[in-house]
């Protein structure tokens, strides 16, 4: 049976391959090698995800906090800016201050047994369960040899650094169970957790039910209705006129609200859970929500939406003020009291115990009415159909209104769960794209002592990384410096000439004015005028805007002027 060891190997040789097909193949046979359990656990740690998806929470660990356990089990503290100069990760680094102990252990440790001291780390609570969190952590490493220690740190920070993507794992699992990817994928959409499509595809005739269930439903009682869908993405469009180009006029508009997205599973027995972006379980934080739904009574529904926050009179309120309400644990009446919510819906994934995610935009668009009358859920206003004049009207009349913009959607679409599909387009009336925080500097001046100059960098969709397009330090107020600098110093990998580098994880929304030519960033092009509007902690890193969304403005930047005087 392959151990923890064996996994290190594999890691090692796709890190020294550049060909997908190499990798797909490599991942694909040693997974196929695994039993069952060791399987789904092994497809998660090669995409660097300790535990389930939604339970990342309960594990975090900073790149910081296990520097410290290794250097002070080596005594190497003051040999850090020489190891990390040495290294070229932050994995190396482990390997190399583990390896100055007196005695490597051998390797021993399995598959199976590193997921359930994962497992036992992410179920610590209570009571100082921060340190407790870091002694066991610190015995594994102390069991560990060096090498299988290199690729535990780099799981638990979720930077494996093979190019190794969710996408090309899908293609892996397909190999493994000489399956095409098409069917893995679907899966996937409907799974969100690697391990779990390995688990389907694995166990007899369970793939073809997946598949199947989708039309024939049969969703009412299954577990799976409270498993969470990775949300649909949107493709940003520049105008009206934009997406009428794309779409064609069998299209809707609708109000791009400006809150938090919410997935909401209620089934027919009246229980609710409730899922954010990042399809983190909320459902605790927003009691007020749940009783909004609880008004649809004894039937099974999934529903995507957004809530915002409103204030007394029912204006909507700061994004910050609802960031505080997500999430929150205690205290949840006094900020329920302090904090109003508001749930808009505006689309239906399954009702009445069938998915509706195949369903074309205009019966789900149906569906919405019926739950609206029959429930009084509230559900975001909408125009269908409308010809490009009326079209713009609503768009203007929006923005007027204070919206963000308005949504696009083809009526003839799929919900594409966890897909940028091209069947929604978002049109926003300012610029703005989300880019993910690499790096930082020192600031000086009234900025001295925080990290406040912030490189913005764009999923790059073909290397799996991120490519650096700007730098900005505006936007921000003196506490969210204070409290940026905080969170990204957790996040640290290195630190040279006064730039520290971090773990690619916080997402900031930016606006800019335009966007340039230039040799001196990695994406070969640079923001103008970058400002963070926003931090947006709903979002993941691979909810960030990619490189071909940076090259879509630029292009279109490039050809409006020209096509306006046609
Ligand atoms: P963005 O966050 O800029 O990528 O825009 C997409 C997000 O807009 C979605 O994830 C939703 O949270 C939000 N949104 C607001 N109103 C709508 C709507 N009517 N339809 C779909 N998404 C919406």
């Known amino acids: 049976m392959p151990s923890f060891y064996d996994f290190a190997i594999v890691c090692q040789s796709l890190s020294q391959t550049q060909s997908r097909l190499q990798m797909a193949e490599t991942v694909g046979t040693f997974l196929a090698k695994l039993d069952l359990d060791e399987a789904e656990i092994a497809a998660r740690f090669i995409v660097g995800r300790a535990v389930e998806q939604g339970e990342e929470k309960r594990i975090q660990m900073s790149g910081r906090a296990i520097w410290k356990i290794v250097a002070e089990m080596t005594d190497s503290a003051d040999q850090g800016e020489d190891i990390f100069a040495a290294a070229e990760d932050f994995g190396e680094a482990v390997e190399m201050t583990l ?7 051998e390797p021993t440790l399995t598959i199976r047994e590193l997921n359930e001291k994962f497992v036992a780390i992410a179920a610590i609570e209570g009571r100082h369960a921060r340190n407790r969190k870091l002694d066991a952590l610190r015995e594994l490493f102390a069991r560990a040899s060096a090498s299988e220690a290199r690729y535990i740190a780099k799981i638990l920070i979720g930077e494996m650094r093979h190019g190794m993507s969710e996408g090309l794992m899908l293609e892996a699992i397909a190999r493994m169970g000489a399956r095409p990817v098409s069917e893995v994928r679907r899966i996937h ?16 005739g369970a793939g073809k ?17 409270v498993k969470p869908l990775k949300p649909m993405l949107a493709f940003p469009a520049a105008d009206v006129a934009d997406a009428f180009a794309v779409l064609g006029p069998d299209l809707s508009l609708e109000h791009k609200l400006d809150g938090a997205r919410v997935q909401i599973h209620h089934l027919a027995d009246g229980r609710v859970r409730i899922f954010s972006r990042r399809l983190n379980e909320i459902t605790g934080s927003i009691p007020d929500v749940v009783e909004t739904v609880n008004r649809i009574g004894a039937r099974h529904a999934i529903l995507d939406g957004e809530v915002i926050g409103v204030d007394a009179s029912g204006r909507p309120a700061a994004f910050q003020d609802l960031m505080r309400r997500f999430g929150r ?68 009349d929006a923005v007027a209104a204070g919206y ?69 330090f505006k936007g921000l107020s003196d506490e969210q410096f ?16 006064g730039v520290v580098s971090v773990r690619p994880e916080v997402v ?43 090259i879509a403005d630029y292009e279109r930047q490039m050809i409006r002027p020209l096509a306006d005087k046609v």
């Open 404 to 472: 963000e913009g308005v949504m696009a959607k083809s009526l003839a679409s799929a919900y594409t769960p966890g897909a940028r599909g091209r069947g929604w387009l978002k049109i926003k009336h300012t610029h703005t794209l989300d880019l993910v925080i690499v790096a930082a500097e020192w600031g000086y001046g009234r900025r001295h002592g925080w990290l406040s100059n912030y490189h913005l960098a764009a999923r790059d969709q073909h290397s799996a990384g991120f490519a650096v397009l700007g730098k900005t």
């Open 99 to 105: 390896k100055l102990r007196a005695a490597d252990p």
């Open 189 to 204: 959409m409907l799974e969100a957790d690697l391990g779990r499509v390995v688990r389907i595809i694995r166990s007899p």
């Open 329 to 396: 644990t205690r205290d949840v009446e006094k900020a329920r009291a302090e904090q109003a919510l508001k749930l808009y819906v505006f689309d239906v994934l399954a009702l009445d115990g069938a998915l509706t995610i195949d369903r074309p935009w205009a019966d789900r668009i149906s569906a919405l009415e019926e739950l609206k009358s029959s429930a009084g859920l509230e559900i975001v206003e909408r125009v269908i159909r409308p010809d490009l004049a009326a079209a713009e009207k609503f768009y203007a």
């Open 209 to 225: 039910t997946v598949a199947g269930e989708s039309s024939a439903g049969a969703l009412a009682h299954s577990t799976r209705a």
């Open 508 to 550: 900031v929304e930016v606006a800019y004015n335009d966007i340039q030519r230039s040799p001196n960033y990695d994406a070969g092009m640079a923001l103008r005028f970058a400002r963070i509007v926003r931090i947006r902690d709903d979002k993941t890193p691979e909810q960030a805007d990619s490189i071909d969304a940076v």
């Open 482 to 497: 204070r409290a940026m600098t905080e969170r990204l110093l957790a996040l640290k990998t290195a630190e040279s000439h």
